[in-house]
């Protein structure tokens, strides 16, 4: 899709992932299909977020005018998980 990432982080339950993920439809789309969470725009601005939850976090993909969704992503989860390592792949 665009730009992939592992974001990688101590969880003790994949429900807590799942939970934290689905804690998006505040203010975003939210579609589990298949265990991908695909995350977008309501309105305004045009991106997609894609998350899978593995042993060591997320898994993600990405697209379009991402940028603010990302620091709104980077800050809960940091808040949630504590420190999370962020890598390219």
């Given at each position: 899709m665009g730009l992939r990432q592992a974001f990688r982080f101590h969880y003790d339950n994949p429900k807590d992932v799942e939970t934290f993920l689905e804690g998006f439809t505040d203010s975003f789309s939210v579609k589990k299909t298949n265990g991908l969470y695909?995350?977008?725009?309501?309105?305004?601005?045009?991106?997609?977020?894609?998350?899978?939850?593995?042993?060591?976090?997320?898994?993600?993909?990405?697209?379009?005018?991402?940028?603010?969704?990302?620091?709104?992503?980077v800050e809960r989860i940091t808040g949630q998980f504590g420190s999370v390592e962020i890598e390219d792949i």
């Amino acid at each position: 899709m665009g730009l992939r990432q592992a974001f990688r982080f101590h969880y003790d339950n994949p429900k807590d992932v799942e939970t934290f993920l689905e804690g998006f439809t505040d203010s975003f789309s939210v579609k589990k299909t298949n265990g991908l969470y695909i995350i977008a725009q309501k309105e305004g601005k045009t991106f997609e977020f894609e998350a899978l939850v593995e042993d060591f976090g997320l898994r993600t993909d990405r697209a379009g005018e991402y940028f603010e969704f990302v620091g709104i992503f980077v800050e809960r989860i940091t808040g949630q998980f504590g420190s999370v390592e962020i890598e390219d792949i």
